[in-house]
């Protein structure tokens, strides 16, 4: 045990102070790794997933839908798109450029990989916000 104090005899003092360096230190490296992880755990297509018992969402304007057939075939408001070009044609709508929004209308049959491809393909054409568009779900009877 560490004394402090000149006499040997009277006047001793037990050290109480602590050192903190190495909790200091711990502490600075485990910040630096939350600050380095967390802009990656935070990629990748960014959807505000819709609940399913709501009330109708209530627009002042139209907005822009992007629909996907049963039969895969892709709509842009009303006009078809192509699937290969459909990032371009994104990418070169003025209203995707202005708003940053699409809702996405899909049939419930279509395979979940080809809705995330598209997804995919929105988000690469800019698009910061994506909304899903389902119908309403009746209450389930009670048993």
Known sequence: MAFSGGDTGS???AMT???VTPLVD???VLLIIFMV???LIQSGVKVDLPRAQTQQMEHAEE???LKITRERKIYLGDAQIPPDQLE???ATNSRVQKDK???LQADRSLPYGLVVQI???ARRAGVESLGMITEEEKELPKR
């Open 17 to 19: 102070d602590i050192n």
């Open 37 to 39: 992880t967390a802009p």
């Open 26 to 28: 711990v502490m600075l």
């Open 63 to 65: 907005k822009l839908v």
């Open 88 to 90: 371009a044609k994104l």
């Open 119 to 121: 997804m995919a393909a």
């Open 101 to 103: 929004e699409v809702y």
């Open 11 to 13: 006047g001793r003092r």
